[in-house]
């Protein structure tokens, strides 16, 4: 076995060989695996580059090109989310993640996003240009069974459409429908998308373990503690933490080049 290595686009039949080292790094279950493989793995416009070594892949990056950065004068540009950066144990520690990182989006010239799964890589992908772009303010509701507002499940695809509205004057990134499929496919005994109060407000939901996280909350300001209340009471949670954008909160994502002003990613699949 020798230490040299090279980085080259992603073929069908690395799929095997790219699963194994995503179930190594994630930690993920063949199910979780086989979804995630089955609607991004070299489908419509997404890609993913490797790292192999004597002939076999010790690491990978995907970028998914599901989605855009809309901004608030209405413009909107194609934004590559690089996701599910992962080197084998035995090959880390030599900058290959780092390679897949910046392979990913080699070929395109635009904007792409990235969010990073501890603190600690904040500064890690800073070193790769990446810039504090996407905000996110993260709140703890308890559960409330008075005045409970009406919580209803809804397809993606409903998702989709009832969203925009909420973030017509946001800078924001914008997915496509199958992006949300994915998610309700992921979600589908353990929490999903949702309507509250009969669509004033929407809210995509994950259950991991005994925790109840509100990934993308959109509502009328002011309503965020009553609809995370209503949504801990639905799911019989003592409460909930709620993701919701806010100029000032914590860094969520990056994007590179850096963006003019705070935006808002939503629903990542972190």
Not at 64 to 81: H, K, T, V
Not at 107 to 112: K, L, M, T
């Amino acid at each position: 076995m020798t230490d040299a290595y090279t980085i080259r686009p992603a073929v069908r039949t690395d799929e095997p060989y790219l699963k194994l080292i995503w179930k190594n790094c994630f930690g993920d279950n063949d199910t979780q695996t086989d979804l995630f493989f089955g609607n991004f793995f070299l489908k419509d416009n997404n890609t993913a580059v490797v790292a192999e070594r004597d002939g076999y892949p010790i690491g990978a990056a995907y970028s998914l090109r599901c989605g855009e950065i809309a901004f608030a004068d209405g413009r909107s540009l194609m934004c590559p989310y690089v996701y599910g950066v992962g080197v084998l144990p035995e090959a880390r520690h030599r900058g290959i993640g780092a390679e897949l990182t910046v392979a990913a989006t080699a070929d395109h010239s635009g904007i792409s996003a990235i969010v990073p799964s501890s603190r600690e890589l904040f500064r890690y992908y800073g070193n790769l240009s990446y810039s504090n772009s996407y905000r996110c303010r993260t709140i703890y509701v308890r559960a409330n069974q008075t005045c409970v507002p009406e919580v209803n499940r809804i397809r993606s695809e409903h998702y989709f459409e009832e969203r925009e509205p909420f973030l017509s004057c946001l800078t924001h990134m914008k997915w496509m429908p199958y992006y949300y499929r994915h998610f309700e496919a992921l979600c589908a005994e353990s929490g999903g998308l949702f309507s509250i109060n009969r669509g004033k407000g929407i809210a995509a939901v994950e259950i991991t373990g005994k925790k109840l996280v509100v990934k993308e909350l959109l509502c009328p300001t002011g309503e965020e503690i009553a609809y995370g209340a209503a949504l801990a009471f639905k799911f019989a949670m003592s409460g909930c933490s709620i993701r919701i954008f806010s100029p000032h909160g914590a860094s969520f994502g990056m994007s590179r080049p850096a963006l003019n002003h705070p935006a808002w990613f939503g629903l990542a699949l972190d």
